[in-house]
């Protein structure tokens, strides 16, 4: 073989070699990795809403955020047990009215550092900050070593555990990064130490859970499994990693069922949308009304809650006038407002914030009877706003000072079920003859902001949650009549220009047989009631109030869409009570299905089989590897004054790369067997990196040397 023919042979086969070896090097280095989907809600912009202190108020309950005992709302819709499992807690107890958590050992933050009492006293005392319910019963907390909590309360409550445990329970704030706004708490200065939390932005989030964020951006967030995980059996259940989709409409959610994009989902399906997802082959389950029919659930879920006009008492006086409510509840039927959401919602049989299974078990007969029903009626919806001094003119309503009576509803885009039915709302409303613009708001800023801030943003009526996403008529009546008006959010957000407007007018409503009655003190009083006959009592009062004075008013009630995909999870069994603890915290629901070992990930498919490791020594592959590159015939070639070596490497290139084209879809293919042969591909890579760098050096410097051979000679100098 002519001398440049084998050069060029020889840099060509080096060349393959080097880098076939690195790409297959990378093919079989790669670990498999199984990862889960969800869609979660959080608020790119307005960080501090629900978590106030916690980075873009979200905490995901899917995997980072744990709870002191978990609760089981399937068991108390099921069997009237209050359920707990011990989660951080292990254990806890009642000594007098102390109560005394004992916290489980060897747990950390996802930072690393460990998990103690002082935290859980952080986890309170910032909740002392934000009003948090707790603390109308709590006096006190001790952390007498770093696993023991002592809560010193006034009494005991009918719902203690179930608030210090799980619902204020819920740990995302470790004392060691916000032991600064705990001292202001201590000091007295809670105002101080609540504009604090609100200013501060943490980097991360943070957790005990098993997993991680590792990054967030205003679209996806994605979360590692944490390999130091305090509960070391459920880890080989548990994806790799989840990817969470931030929501921003039903649509992009539906669109993801249809391609099994998502393997959990809790958002609603209007009939064509269920009809479309239905019969596709990876569904494993859709709980939804009509969903036992059409078999794709043994059961329908309620979802302990429901939809509610809120009204902006502040920005619109005449809604302080229960008669102008009344009027509007009246001009409303309530049996269209769930159309196109009929697999979704149920009008209310009347507006008490006490849900339909539970409205003969909790409301008295006597009182049941003297609550409204508001049954369509224009009529005397005209009657009440002319009492109130309301006129209609040319089909229009004016106010008292002969302005025209409008109104702005506002509700969530995202939530195209809301949406839609508030729109059915606006459209009743205009024909009834009150001027009424619809105005969708970006949905995390309704619930961050406009939602929350009366006094801030231009809303009259506005969607809301009612019924408290917990079978107890006790939590219903908090979430979000007794939270919002009285508690956590307009005393908080609004502040003085809320307080004195409720001081004014909804502190004292008549109620037959009680005379008048404060809806906070009967709701603090209801919880250190153990009485059954006493606490239906009181559920009777807080019916009656919401039912004939509308502080809130209750539209529809809600039964959950539940979602499962079998594509890469195995769930629990569909008859489970499990599923009945979707209401609320729908995404902790199916964490804990793993939690509780009633459900795993698929392993991927079994990939290629991996060629067999050669048992040749390290040192002897380096040895013939060093052997086989042909120092000393490139040498010789080079001084031989090739004089068409450029062109023919410039040829040989090509090929080169249709090589390596066909190597790395080789790689590519082998990609997945990975484990078998890791330890030698870190060998292997190296050995084929310094063979790949030895080419091109001498690759470089023979095209540098022929280069300079064959160049012409340079022209002599004109003397």
Request: glycine letters at 6%; a positive charge.
């Amino acid at each position: 073989m002519h001398p440049k023919n084998k050069l060029l042979t020889l840099i060509l086969i080096t060349t393959l070699i080097a880098v076939t070896g690195l790409l297959f090097t990378y093919a079989y280095g790669q670990k498999a990795v199984t990862e889960i989907t969800y869609v979660h809600g959080w608020d790119p912009v307005h960080w501090h809403t629900n978590w106030p202190g916690v980075p873009y108020g979200v905490g995901f309950d899917e995997g980072v955020v744990e709870c002191l005992a978990w609760f089981s709302k399937g068991q108390l819709m099921l069997y009237g047990k209050m359920y707990f499992v011990p989660w951080l807690a292990e254990s806890w107890e009642w000594k007098g009215t102390d109560f005394i958590i004992h916290l489980r050992r060897g747990v950390t933050w996802t930072d690393g550092t460990p998990f103690t009492s002082k935290d859980v006293y952080c986890q309170y005392m910032i909740g002392k900050a934000l009003g948090w319910p707790i603390w109308d019963f709590v006096t006190g907390i001790d952390t007498p070593d770093d696993y023991t909590v002592v809560v010193h309360c006034k009494t005991r409550t009918i719902l203690a555990e179930y608030f210090l445990l799980y619902e204020y329970g819920r740990m995302t704030r470790p004392y060691h990064v916000y032991k600064d706004i705990v001292k202001l708490v201590e000091a007295g200065r809670l105002n101080e130490a609540k504009s604090k939390l609100y200013a501060f932005k943490p980097k991360t989030h943070y957790g005990t859970g098993p997993y991680k964020v590792v990054r967030m951006t205003a679209s996806e967030a994605i979360l590692e499994k944490r390999p130091d995980y305090w509960k070391k059996d459920i880890l080989p259940n548990l994806p790799d990693r989840l990817r969470i989709v931030r929501f921003t409409g039903n649509e992009m959610v539906w669109a993801m069922y249809l391609a099994d994009k998502i393997d959990a989902g809790w958002y609603v399906m209007p009939p064509s949308v269920y009809e479309a997802v239905r019969t596709k082959p990876w569904v494993y389950a859709i709980y939804i009304i009509g969903g036992v029919e059409k078999g794709t659930c043994p059961f329908i879920i309620p979802d302990c809650s429901g939809m509610a006009i809120y009204f902006n008492f502040i920005k619109n006086k005449y809604l302080l006038d229960v008669r102008v409510r009344k009027a509007i509840m009246y001009a409303i039927d309530r049996s269209k407002v769930p159309k196109g959401y009929e697999t979704v919602f149920k009008p209310v049989d009347k507006p008490t914030s006490v849900l339909g299974p539970n409205e003969k078990g909790w409301i008295k007969p006597e009182i049941w009877e003297k609550i409204p029903a508001y049954e369509y009626n224009p009529s005397k919806a005209e009657a009440l706003l002319k009492e109130a001094g309301f006129t209609k003119k040319g089909g229009k309503w004016y106010t008292p000072e002969g302005k025209p009576f409008k109104l702005v509803l506002i509700s969530p885009a995202g939530y195209t079920d809301w949406t839609t039915m508030f729109s059915h709302v606006a459209d009743m409303l205009k024909a009834f003859g009150i001027e009424v613009e619809f105005r969708p708001i970006e949905t995390s800023a309704f619930w961050g902001e406009w939602i929350q801030r009366p006094d801030k943003y231009d809303w009259d009526l506005a969607t809301g949650w009612w019924g408290g996403f917990n079978p107890h008529p006790y939590l219903g009546f908090y979430r979000d009549w007794i939270r919002y008006f009285y508690k956590e959010v307009w005393p908080v957000r609004a502040g003085d220009a809320w307080k004195s407007i409720c001081n004014k007018y909804f502190r004292a409503f008549e109620v037959p047989g009680y005379g008048k009655v404060d809806p906070e003190k009967i709701w603090d009083e209801w919880a250190s009631t153990f009485d059954v006959a006493k606490q239906k009592e009181f559920a009777s009062i807080l019916a009656y109030i919401v039912g004939n004075y509308l502080p809130i008013a209750p539209l529809v009630e809600k039964y959950l869409t539940v979602y499962a995909s079998s594509t890469r999870v195995t769930w629990a069994p569909k008859d489970h009570w499990i599923w009945y603890n979707a209401p609320g915290r729908c995404a902790e629901m199916f964490f804990f299905q793993f939690f509780l070992g009633l459900a795993k990930v698929k392993k991927p498919a079994a990939p290629p089989t991996a060629p067999a490791p050669p048992t040749i020594p390290i040192e002897e592959i380096v040895k013939r590897v060093t052997a086989a590159i042909p120092v000393k015939e490139i040498s010789e070639a080079i001084k031989s004054g090739l004089t068409e070596l450029g062109t023919r490497i410039e040829s040989a290139i090509g090929k080169v790369s249709t090589a390596v084209e066909s190597a790395r879809a080789s790689a590519e293919a082998a990609k997945a067997a990975a484990e078998s042969a890791s330890k030698l591909a870190r060998r292997a890579f190296y050995v084929s990196l310094a063979t790949l760098i030895l080419v091109i050096i001498f690759g470089a410097v023979t095209i540098a040397l022929v280069a300079k051979r064959t160049a012409p000679a340079k022209p002599a100098e004109k003397k």
